[in-house]
């Protein structure tokens, strides 16, 4: 009893000092449930410069390219293991018409893109530089198909052009085009956010659409479409309600949206000048999202009890003023914005059941990007860091655990647990534990109860002075991965202290 007194004074006064406990407790470590690797994926639209200058440079370019490709940003990709990228939009999917795309880039029509200032794009990537792209990378497309302005017979013919091995035209159009071999597309998007940008319809409406569209998209020559309906954005539980009752049994996933974003009409605030507050309302807002899924999930469960249906949130991250003078949607990234990866990747492992596919917004130079890139520079953001860390999750067996601590009370009142966590086991046997610690002030005492007794342990961590430092062309390592070294073995305990602001990546062996 005296002991405990002393104890629990002890840690009052630890955390008055600037510290605090988390108690983790992992109680099995056998769960079946698979992470899957998608919920780690990119997307990358015709947008600013995300394409053209940060992925395709061409091939004339001074800018060092492999075909055409951004040699760096083709380095750095493939060590951040890219599972799957969606492509070609956003809401410039549903004015896309992919036969602008193939052929002589020389001969190709351009267009103007209407959602993303105007620009004009000239259609030197399309449909082969994009599957090629995943060919080197080793990662699954994502194409999203145009249901707001175009046909299904247009649809049809590109899964056609892709997809078929036969001989059949759009077959022999992709010959013609310098490709024998079929790809291997799997998964298809019919249709973005369809609600809105493309073609603001309601519910009912996109549900019949749906419909037709899925019919003619067809499964070529051993190519298994996976077929995903355009789903909600965050808080429209009525969308997939209806989806649900009308087409759940007809989709295979269904998306949902949400962004970080303090509104969609004004300022949206600066990527990297911020308060304390604004970054407690960040990580606030980031957060809801769990409650966001569970809501979606609770109706999907209610049409499809054995979860056959997935969802793919296919876009999700934070969204900030553009830099001045910056591309569309070109925003800086800091500490800040590695902190709500962290903490919504932490998220969707713990909903791997249903939750099968996260498309980060966007791949480079977009929103929440994994790269920066300015003519030949390149920078690896905040954000890459943690994506690298947390790849050691790809299809690796979910591990459950509580988390015992304290919250932080944000300035409008709302409350947030101090440190999140997910933890996997994989093909090795090995359990690795991702961690973060949203307090600014307070690093944490860390305890995770196990149920076996490790025999070493090796982490990393993220961190940096203050939560506004970001990476730049002229300095760009100030945020990055170092190792973690004073994690102590017990029996059946680790145990670490986690500084404030930080996230660590555990390996226990
Ligand atoms: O990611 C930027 C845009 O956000 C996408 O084009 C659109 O789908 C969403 O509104």
Redesign the pocket.
């Known amino acids: 009893m005296k002991r405990g007194i002393i104890l629990a004074l002890f840690a009052l006064c630890l955390s008055g000092y600037g510290q605090a406990q988390v108690a983790v407790r992992i109680a099995d470590t056998a769960s079946k449930q698979v992470i899957s690797k998608n919920l780690y994926g990119q997307?990358a639209?015709h947008?600013g410069s995300c394409i053209y200058g940060g992925l395709w440079v061409g091939k004339d370019s001074p800018i060092p390219n492999t075909n055409g490709y951004r040699t760096d940003v083709l380095e750095a990709l493939k060590k951040l293991k890219v599972p799957v990228m969606r492509w070609p939009?956003?809401?410039?999917a549903d004015e896309y018409h992919w036969m602008d795309g193939i052929g002589d880039p020389n001969k190709r029509p351009k267009m103007v893109n209407n959602?993303w200032g105007g620009a004009v794009e000239n259609n030197s990537f399309g449909t082969h530089e994009f599957l090629n792209l995943c060919e080197m990378l080793g990662c699954e497309p994502y194409i999203s198909g145009n249901v707001g302005s175009g046909t299904v017979e247009e649809l049809n013919k590109w899964v056609e052009y892709m997809t078929s091995a036969g001989d059949s035209p759009m077959a022999n159009l992709r010959r013609q085009n310098g490709r024998e071999k079929p790809w291997k597309v799997k998964f298809l998007g019919v249709g973005?956010?369809s609600w809105?940008?493309?073609g603001n319809m309601r519910p009912e409406y996109y549900a019949d659409l749906y419909r037709r569209y899925a019919t003619y998209c067809r499964d070529y020559d051993g190519n298994r479409l996976y077929k995903i309906a355009s789903g909600a954005s965050d808080y429209d539980y009525n969308w997939t309600e209806v989806l649900m009752k009308q087409i759940g049994d007809r989709m295979n996933g269904i998306s949902l949206?949400y962004?970080t974003v303090t509104g969609w009409s004004g300022s949206k605030g600066s990527a990297t000048t911020f308060t304390p507050n604004d970054y407690y309302w960040t990580v606030n807002k980031c957060s809801e999202i769990e409650g966001v899924i569970q809501k979606h999930l609770a109706i999907m469960d209610k049409y499809d009890a054995q979860k056959k249906v997935g969802l793919l949130v296919d876009?999700w991250g934070t969204w900030w003023d553009t830099e001045p003078n910056g591309t569309p949607?070109y925003q800086q990234n800091t500490m800040r914005d590695a902190m709500v990866a962290a903490l919504t990747l932490n998220i969707f492992n713990r909903y791997s059941d249903r939750v099968k596919m996260a498309n980060i917004?966007?791949v480079v130079n977009?929103?929440q990007s994994m790269i920066l890139t300015k003519d030949s520079k390149m920078v690896l953001t905040p954000t890459y860091h943690v994506f690298e860390m947390y790849n050691v999750h790809q299809d690796a067996r979910y591990i459950p655990l509580t988390v015992e601590v304290g919250k932080v009370k944000t300035a409008s009142g709302a409350e947030i647990p101090a440190v999140s966590a997910s933890a996997s086991k994989d093909a090795a046997g090995n359990i690795n534990i991702t961690m973060a610690n949203i307090d600014l002030d307070k690093s944490q005492e860390v305890t995770i109860a196990l149920p076996f007794a490790a025999k070493s342990a090796s982490g990393r961590i993220l961190t940096s002075k203050n939560i506004t430092d970001y990476n730049s062309y002229d300095n760009a390592e100030v945020v990055k991965p170092t190792p973690f070294q004073k994690i102590k073995l017990g029996k059946g305990t680790v145990t670490f202290t986690l500084p404030a602001k930080s996230i660590v990546a555990v390996t226990l062996r």
Request: aromatic fraction near 20%; include cysteine; charged fraction near 15%.
């Open positions: 997307f639209e947008l939009g956003g809401c410039f959602w973005n956010e809105g940008c493309g949206h962004y876009e949607l917004a966007q977009v929103l």
